[in-house]
């Protein structure tokens, strides 16, 4: 597994745990093309926010529903007893 890589404006980053720090540098997010509080790295494709992957990680809970567990049958709100 790849080392964790998170940077936070203003403070430096943590890569594998290991603390760089630095006062000039300035998180970017790839997946909004913004400069946020703070990103991770996502491997070759950049680095994300917290909003970017929370929004990605409800995804994919949704997603996960909607293809596996809905298989049973029992629909949203149906009334059982």
């Known amino acids: 597994m790849a080392a964790i890589d998170v940077h ?4 430096g980053c943590i890569v ?4 760089r720090a630095d006062a000039k540098l300035v998180a970017r997010c790839t997946l909004c093309e913004r400069d946020v509080e703070s990103a991770a790295a996502l491997g070759a494709l950049g680095f994300a926010c917290a ?3 929370r929004e990605r990680l409800d995804a ?8 596996t567990e809905s ?5 949203w709100g149906k009334v059982t007893g």
């Not at 936070?8 to 403070?11: A, D, F, K, T, Y």
């Not at 594998?16 to 603390?19: A, D, I, M, P, R």
């Not at 994919?60 to 293809?67: C, I, T, Y």
């Open 71 to 75: 298989r049973s049958g029992t629909p």
């Open 8 to 11: 936070v404006s203003q403070g």
């Open 16 to 19: 594998g745990g290991e603390l």
């Open 51 to 53: 909003p970017c992957l």
């Open 60 to 67: 994919l809970s949704v997603a996960r529903f909607r293809l």
